[in-house]
T-cell receptor, first 110, second 114 residues
Framework: GNSVTQMEGPVTLSEEAFLTINCTYT??????LFWYVQYPGEGLQLLLK?????DKGSNKGFEATYRKETTSFHLEKGSVQVSDSAVYFC?????????FGAGTILRVKS | NAGVTQTPKFQVLKTGQSMTLQCAQD?????MSWYRQDPGMGLRLIHY???????DQGEVPNGYNVSRSTTEDFPLRLLSAAPSQTSVYFC?????????????FGNGTRLTVT
């Protein structure tokens, strides 16, 4: 079936540290891949996406590259800020449905 | 522009009670969906709709009913609440299905069933 596996959190970093949140997927065919972010008390919002192999999605300093050979879509940011503290969800799309990973909590300390 | 509006924000039910979670969007989106969010499990799709009059089941539909009589509204009904339905519920909509149309989420309804 289709599924997404994310690294467990919470991930705690100091401000300006480098961030990687791992995401791997299992899917039939070639799904589109997404990262969504959830700030405290809010719903999810789209952070970035990639629709085919080797595509790189980017937004707000975050990047992720669609790697078909390793079935991965890892999220990276070169220098995190306290305001990046949130829950990050990796997701894949097939048919009319989105399948989400369990989410990774990121805490950034000043 | 309100986006996706969910009501209520919080609700406590006793086992066996019924209730309806409301969801409305003002963006003329064709696609609407309901998810539940549980710790360690991410979001799981309950039901979805690709347009007025059309609904379909997601991953965890048991115990929930939906209808889509208008483009704007997509209520979720719990017929007989159970403690296993304690969760945070999110409604989401998009212009259409597909990667070019991202989901817009409401702020959630936190439901506790005692």
């Amino acid at each position: 079936g289709n599924s997404v596996t994310q690294m467990e959190g919470p991930v705690t970093l100091s401000e300006e540290a480098f961030l990687t949140i791992n995401c791997t997927y299992t899917a039939t065919g070639y799904p589109s891949l997404f990262w969504y972010v959830q700030y405290p008390g809010e719903g999810l919002q789209l952070l970035l996406k990639a629709t085919k192999a080797d595509d790189k999605g980017s937004n707000k300093g975050f990047e992720a590259t669609y790697r078909k050979e390793t079935t991965s879509f890892h999220l990276e940011k070169g220098s995190v800020q306290v305001s990046d503290s949130a829950v990050y969800f990796c997701a894949l799309e097939y048919g009319n449905k989105l399948v989400f990973g369990a989410g990774t909590i990121l805490r950034v300390k000043s | 522009n309100a986006g996706v509006t969910q009501t209520p924000k919080f609700q406590v039910l006793k086992t066996g009670q019924s209730m309806t979670l409301q969801c409305a969007q003002d963006m003329n989106h064709e696609y609407m969906s309901w998810y539940r969010q549980d710790p360690g499990m991410g979001l799981r799709l309950i039901h979805y709709s690709v347009g007025a009059g059309i609904t379909d089941q997601g991953e965890v539909p048991n115990g929930y009913n939906v209808s889509r009589s208008t483009t704007e509204d997509f209520p979720l009904r719990l017929l007989s609440a159970a403690p296993s339905q304690t969760s945070v519920y999110f409604c989401a909509s998009s212009l259409w299905t597909g990667s070019s149309s991202p989901l817009h989420f409401g702020n959630g309804t936190r439901l506790t069933v005692t």
